[in-house]
């Protein structure tokens, strides 16, 4: 069976995701496309609540795999 891509605006999430997760800037943005980037922003909020909240390590990936 063949196995299918990710969603872009899921991994576009994801990789906000664990940007905001790191501690990194949002200019840190790779993407130009408006949808990518809102996707990205939106993951790096999530991150960065979640990087405030205390929630590191398997709390985090936790989380990620409700979120997404």
């Known amino acids: 069976m063949k196995r299918q891509k990710r969603n872009r605006d899921d991994r576009a999430f994801n990789r906000g995701y664990n940007a905001g997760l790191d501690g990194k800037s949002r200019e840190d ?28 390590g398997v709390a985090s990936i936790q989380n990620l795999k409700n979120i997404g």
């Open 29 to 56: 943005c790779p993407f130009g496309s408006l949808q990518a980037r809102t996707n990205w922003m939106g993951g790096w909020r999530e991150g960065r609540t979640n990087l405030a909240q205390g929630m590191l």
